[in-house]
């Protein structure tokens, strides 16, 4: 497909104007997918919780055990144990779903020429793409802590966030915790989407958008596991998925989670500008 030349010049035309981001955003809100995955992350503590009830009732002055001996003692633990839970597949497989349905979704419907063809310029409606798909994935990454805290509350009550170490962080200061540790998550998985964009304007078909990016999940978790890497092992991008348990601690270090926000950014910065190059140069046949 053509480029358009100066089309800025033609009267009333403003590419500035074409698919604002507005108008991206409830599109993609009153998709029946986007609906399933905003609810799978508000049912998963539901669904905990009931497993939990099914088991035997908790000793609330345990200490020690691990983090699912310990969901049921409070709030902060439950939400500590969720992170657990989802951080390893659901919460990556939302955004790989929601940044690798971006192009590759419109090219699967032979929608992408006809938005282009309005026109749109490719790297505004890339960019449109991704910031629609960064913020539902960031209200997805947020809506489960605090609809997991809320249950917790409910069920278990406010009290410390205790580790199986033994150490107890009250709950006005895991709640903190908790804000900080969802925004670690957002940056930390930073790196599925800007992997998962690149597949999608690779790619047509969705599906191989999405799946290529969970299986670089699987795959970067097991490569994690085989401890003969030795340091390779650091610059995996799952390596740091779960250092955010250090501001659950009453002495916190930082470190952990300096480098592992840092290395997730970088990903996504070397995939983000190789789907940039990429689409700007893919010629569009659907």
């Known amino acids: ?7 800025d010049a033609v009267p009333g035309y403003r590419s500035s104007r074409t698919l604002r981001l507005g108008v991206e955003l409830r599109r993609q809100l009153r998709r029946r997918r986007t609906k399933l995955l905003l ?9 905990l919780v009931i497993a939990f009830g099914m088991g035997e009732e908790p000793d609330p002055d345990r200490r020690g055990g691990t983090f699912a001996d310990l969901a049921v003692v409070s709030a902060p633990n439950f939400v500590v144990f969720g992170f657990f839970v989802a951080g390893s597949f659901l919460l990556p497989l939302v955004v790989a779903v929601l940044f690798g349905e971006t192009v590759a979704g419109e090219a699967s419907w032979s929608s992408l020429k006809y938005l282009l063809s309005i026109p749109v310029p490719r790297l ?10 960064g913020a539902l994935s960031a209200l997805a990454l947020v809506l489960f802590p605090a609809t997991a805290l809320l249950v917790g509350v409910i069920w278990y009550g406010v009290g410390d966030a205790t580790s ?24 930390q998985l ?9 597949l999608s304007v690779s ?16 795959l970067s978790q097991i490569l994690d596991s085989i401890t003969a890497l030795g340091g390779v092992r650091d610059y995996l991008p799952t390596h740091h998925a779960f250092d955010w348990i250090d501001v659950f601690s009453t002495t916190v270090d930082w470190t952990d ?12 910065a070397l995939f ?9 140069r893919k010629d569009i046949t659907s």
């Open 1 to 7: 497909m053509s480029e358009v030349q100066d089309i």
């Open 164 to 187: 199986p170490t033994g150490d107890a962080v009250p709950f006005g200061t895991s709640v903190v915790a908790m804000a900080i540790t969802t925004a670690y998550v957002v940056v």
């Open 124 to 133: 505004r409606l890339l960019r449109q793409k991704a910031l629609a798909a």
């Open 203 to 218: 790619l047509d078909a969705p599906l191989g958008a999405v799946g290529g990016g969970v299986l670089a999940v699987v």
């Open 272 to 280: 983000g500008a190789l789907a940039a190059w990429r689409f700007a």
């Open 39 to 47: 609810g799978m992350v508000v049912v998963l503590p539901v669904v």
């Open 190 to 198: 930073s790196w599925i989407a800007g992997f998962t964009l690149f």
């Open 257 to 268: 989670m300096a480098n592992g926000a840092l290395l997730s950014l970088g990903y996504t």
